[in-house]
C-alpha cells in the first residue's frame, strides 16, 4: 500500500521560496504519477501542479502557479518535490501531495483522479 508524507511548509514572507516534500513508500516513484493540490480555509482543494510518470514525464500548473511553481521527482529518494518562488499571500494553504490511480495522467487537475493522498502541510505568506 502506498503511503505519502509531506513536509517542508512553514512560514514565509511574500516573494520568498519553499520546497515541498513527499515521500513516497510502497511503490516506485518513476512508476507514478503525482500531484500537489492546496485548499485554503473555506476553499474547495484545488490544483496545483501534476507530473506524470517518467515514460512520459509531462508536467502540468494550474494557471496561478506557472512560471513560479517546479514540480519534480527524486528517483534516488523516491519522493517528489515543489519547488515555490515568488510566493504571495493567496499562495497560503494546506499542501497535499496525491498519487493518481495511473502513470499517465489524464484528468490531472480533477481530485477523483488520484487514490492516494498525504496528511498535508502548511504553507503561510504574509508579512
Known amino acids: 500500500q502506498v503511503q505519502l508524507v509531506e513536509s517542508g511548509g512553514g512560514w514565509v514572507q511574500p516573494g520568498g521560496s519553499l520546497r515541498l516534500f513527499c515521500a513516497v513508500s510502497?511503490?516506485?516513484?518513476?512508476?507514478?504519477?503525482m500531484a500537489w493540490f492546496r485548499q485554503a480555509p473555506e476553499k474547495e482543494r484545488e490544483f496545483v501542479a501534476a507530473?506524470?510518470?517518467?515514460?512520459?514525464?509531462?508536467?502540468y500548473y494550474a494557471d496561478s502557479v506557472r512560471g513560479r511553481f517546479t514540480i519534480s521527482r527524486d528517483k534516488a529518494k523516491n519522493a517528489v518535490y515543489l519547488q515555490m518562488n515568488s510566493l504571495k499571500p493567496e499562495d497560503t494553504a494546506v499542501y497535499y501531495c496525491?498519487?493518481?490511480?495511473?502513470?499517465?495522467?489524464?484528468?490531472?487537475?480533477?481530485?477523483?483522479?488520484?487514490?492516494?493522498w498525504g496528511q498535508g502541510t502548511q504553507v503561510t505568506v504574509s508579512s
Open positions: 496525491a498519487k493518481a490511480k495511473f502513470g499517465d495522467i489524464s484528468h490531472f487537475h480533477v481530485p477523483d483522479t488520484y487514490n492516494t
Open positions: 510502497g511503490d516506485t516513484i518513476s512508476r507514478l504519477g
Open positions: 507530473i506524470n510518470w517518467i515514460w512520459t514525464d509531462r508536467q
